[in-house]
């Protein structure tokens, strides 16, 4: 049966206001209420499945070579290909609607060992509806088949959640409730997802399950939930870098679940942890440019209501034993080291006694008895893209080895860190390096991951 306007709304609303909407629950208890792929087991042979794909990938020349999200979705596909479905994936790349998959469809037969076609114009969005090539495709398509359609990002539908508030969902809800409709009535009402690091509001991912009769979570994607990041959630040290302010609400979280001992932050985050120090200890730190409000546009601002929140996460980790080991000096615009800023200056690494401090503080780390502990990094510490500012990120990670080495249990966040381990380092130097930076973030952190509560949502009925 088709999913209402009004359905939708309520479906929406929920995802939107996030933990709002569901104060109560934890990762866990998402994971609990969401199918698994052996749940679609009796699924017939010659149905067409909906595959919410991890296609945001650059393919190499060769197989291994930037493709590590589309290997992450072959057990899965497999999986349907061996039960004679048809799977027709759908996904984006990058952020700008003008790119292709063209290579990911190319790359994705090369995995399969298939022909795996592409589908150019899927949907007419003047009047919200799949269009001829897809159906056509799929008849052609013979039991196993697998078949892309192209970025989903290039039409307006799939970014109509982005941004938007609870309030203002009711007048999308139409418009979506008919995109979700088209797919179930066009295409299929069997749906997975294996996406993984696809973790924003993308209607593919949060509005489409609304409309399917069966829904399950790709065996790639629970394996990360049910294995690595159930490590992560007993993290004992902790890192926090890069330029997002926001990720203090992750901290926060991490920190009220009661395993975190000791936390680095570098990036913006840092710069607020140390501006609370100061407060805290009557010593007051300038942060430059960084809290000027004529800045507060820029995404590296820091607003005085997000110190305030870092003066209490201080006080309140430090009345439960944790310490926080933040920069002494950074790396400004000239590339010169600075134990202090001035007003004007904006920080872009951290410096020399900033690394080293950084290195003694693991030292200590590494004194107890390390058998167990799990330690979790996150984002890179400066502008590490431009060699004048890659000092602080490409130091840390050889302390992520020594580690591992000692025993500690150590899990990269991907996004951001999963490229400076590659650049810096090596996969062996850590336990475990995601495919993905938000979603990690979000897992652990504060608020639900938006496909999770979808396919909850969606599996509730």
């Known amino acids: 049966m088709p999913v209402t306007p009004e359905?939708?709304?309520?479906?929406?609303?929920?995802?939107?206001?996030?933990?709002?909407?569901?104060?109560?629950?934890?990762?866990?208890?998402?994971?609990?209420?969401v199918p698994r792929m052996e749940s679609l087991s009796d699924v017939p042979s010659g149905t067409v499945v909906l595959v919410r794909g991890d296609t945001d990938a650059k393919p190499g020349k060769s197989v291994g070579e930037g493709d590590i999200r589309l290997r992450s979705m072959v057990e899965t596909l497999k999986f349907g290909q061996e039960r004679g479905w048809i799977q027709v994936i759908?996904?984006?790349?990058?952020?700008?609607?003008?790119?292709?998959?063209?290579?990911?469809?190319?790359?994705?037969?090369?995995?399969?060992?298939?022909?795996?076609?592409?589908?150019?114009?899927?949907?007419?969005?003047?009047?919200?509806?799949?269009?001829?090539?897809?159906?056509?495709?799929i008849h052609a398509a013979k039991p196993g088949g697998v078949i892309v359609l192209q970025n989903t990002r290039?039409?307006?539908?799939?970014?109509?959640?982005?941004?938007?508030?609870?309030?203002?969902?009711?007048?999308?809800?139409?418009?979506?409730a008919k995109f979700a409709n088209e797919l179930a009535e066009k295409v299929g009402t069997v749906y997975v997802n294996e996406a993984f690091s696809a973790g924003s509001l993308d209607a593919s991912s949060v509005a489409v399950p609304a409309a399917m009769e069966r829904v399950a979570l790709g065996k790639y994607a629970a394996g990360e939930f049910d294995g690595p990041m159930q490590?992560?959630?007993?993290?004992?040290?902790?890192?926090?870098?890069?330029?997002?302010?926001?990720?203090?609400?992750?901290?926060?979280?991490?920190?009220?679940?009661?395993?975190?001992?000791?936390?680095?932050?570098?990036?913006?985050?840092?710069?607020?942890?140390?501006?609370?120090?100061?407060?805290?200890?009557?010593?007051?730190?300038?942060?430059?440019?960084?809290?000027?409000?004529?800045?507060?546009?820029?995404?590296?601002?820091?607003?005085?209501?997000?110190?305030?929140q870092a003066k209490a996460i201080v006080a309140d980790g430090r009345e439960k034993g944790i310490t926080f080991t933040v920069p002494c000096d950074s790396i400004v615009e000239d590339g010169t080291a600075k134990d202090e800023l001035s007003p004007s200056d904006q920080q872009f690494d951290i410096?020399?006694?900033?690394?080293?401090?950084?290195?003694?503080?693991?030292?200590?780390?590494?004194?107890?008895?390390?058998?167990?502990?799990?330690a979790f990094h996150n984002g890179v510490f400066g502008m590490f893209e431009d060699p004048r500012f890659?000092?602080?990120?490409?130091?840390?990670?050889?302390?992520?080895?020594?580690?591992?080495e000692a025993g500690v249990e150590v899990y990269v966040g991907g996004g951001e860190g999963g490229k400076a381990l590659e650049k810096y380092g090596e996969e062996s130097w850590v336990t475990h390096n995601f495919t993905a930076g938000g979603t990690v973030l979000n897992a652990l952190g504060s608020e639900p991951v938006p496909y999770l509560a979808a396919l909850r949502e969606a599996a509730k009925g």
């Open 7 to 33: 359905q939708m709304q309520a479906f929406c609303e929920t995802i939107v206001r996030g933990r709002e909407a569901n104060p109560e629950l934890s990762l866990n208890d998402y994971l609990a209420d």
């Open 90 to 137: 759908f996904g984006h790349i990058g952020r700008e609607p003008e790119k292709s998959l063209d290579k990911v469809a190319a790359r994705l037969g090369e995995l399969l060992g298939c022909d795996v076609p592409l589908v150019e114009d899927w949907l007419d969005e003047s009047s919200m509806t799949v269009t001829a090539a897809v159906t056509e495709a």
């Open 154 to 176: 290039k039409y307006d539908i799939e970014r109509a959640l982005w941004k938007v508030k609870p309030e203002d969902v009711a007048g999308l809800a139409p418009k979506l």
């Open 231 to 308: 490590q992560c959630l007993k993290s004992a040290l902790a890192v926090f870098s890069g330029i997002k302010i926001d990720k203090l609400d992750d901290m926060e979280a991490m920190i009220s679940r009661g395993t975190i001992k000791q936390i680095f932050a570098s990036g913006s985050l840092a710069m607020a942890i140390r501006k609370a120090i100061g407060k805290l200890d009557d010593d007051p730190v300038c942060l430059g440019a960084a809290e000027d409000p004529a800045n507060s546009k820029a995404p590296w601002y820091i607003p005085p209501a997000r110190v305030e």
């Open 351 to 374: 410096g020399p006694k900033s690394i080293a401090h950084f290195h003694d503080a693991v030292s200590e780390f590494l004194e107890q008895d390390t058998k167990g502990l799990v």
């Open 390 to 404: 890659e000092g602080g990120t490409k130091a840390w990670y050889p302390e992520l080895k020594r580690m591992k």
